[in-house]
């Protein structure tokens, strides 16, 4: 899915830094999520967005903040008050509103404390 | 509470060897359930989808609405299908999300 383009592959963050995650499409796709990825839990939601300037907390919101000011761009800020953000993050994107439809993911970016 | 449980987090088949990747979820609507899978250096896809009812790389996966399982099966391994395998639930209520299971990693032996 060349359509979804998250940035950097690779980030490093400091203690006690907020670091934001890119995330962009150009599938025109309504909906858009953030996933953590750990070893052994799979894929855990964090926040998603259905339409611009709306988006709803996910299973693991907490340390994590998500803005929505255009249908192409969903950015994650893990924030300090994240404990453990060490992990691979993905975003996805689904054509409507609706989850029943299949997902499209990213690449991923992988977050590491220095 | 919505939850999909993969049981086995590694699973490991001889090639030729019939495969079984279990599922089972746990919703009080109507399940809407996918099969996503990730190769080695790929990004996450799809599979499959219930609705779909269709075979896709020889894997075929049955809603079971008795036993709330949707197991992933292919009669016959072959080396490429070793891959990290997730099933997904769809939810609908007043948002609309997906949740996944913890997956389970297929490798195929020669």
């Known amino acids: 899915d060349g359509g979804i383009t998250q940035s950097p592959k690779y980030l490093f963050r400091k203690e006690g830094q907020n670091v934001t995650l890119s995330c962009e499409q150009n599938?025109?796709?309504?909906?858009m999520y953030w996933y953590r990825q750990d070893p052994g839990q799979g894929l855990r939601l964090i926040y998603y967005?259905?339409?611009?300037?709306?988006?709803q907390k996910g299973d693991i919101a907490e340390g994590y903040s998500v803005s929505r000011e255009k249908k192409e761009s969903f950015p994650l800020t893990v924030t300090s008050a994240q404990k453990n953000p060490t992990a691979f993050y993905l975003c996805?994107?689904?054509?409507?509103?609706?989850?029943?439809?299949?997902?499209?993911f990213g690449d991923g970016t992988r977050l590491s404390i220095l | 509470a919505q939850r999909v449980t993969q049981p086995e987090k590694l699973l490991s088949v001889f090639k030729g060897a019939p495969v079984e990747l279990k599922c089972n979820y746990s919703?009080?609507?109507?399940?809407?359930l996918f099969w996503y899978v990730q190769y080695s250096r790929q990004r996450l896809q799809l599979l499959l989808r219930?609705?779909s009812r269709e075979s896709i790389k020889g894997f075929t996966a049955d809603l079971n609405k008795g036993e709330t399982s949707f197991h992933l099966k292919k009669p016959f391994a072959q080396e490429e299908d070793s891959a990290m395998y997730y099933c997904?639930?769809?939810?609908?209520?007043?948002?609309?999300?997906?949740?996944f299971g913890s997956g389970t990693r297929l490798s195929i032996r020669p």
């Open positions: 996805g994107t689904t054509p409507g509103t609706y989850s029943n439809q299949p997902q499209h």
């Open positions: 599938l025109n796709h309504d909906a």
């Open positions: 967005s259905q339409i611009v300037n709306d988006f």
């Open positions: 919703y009080s609507g109507s399940p809407e």
């Open positions: 219930h609705i």
């Open positions: 997904a639930l769809s939810v609908i209520s007043s948002a609309s999300k997906i949740i």
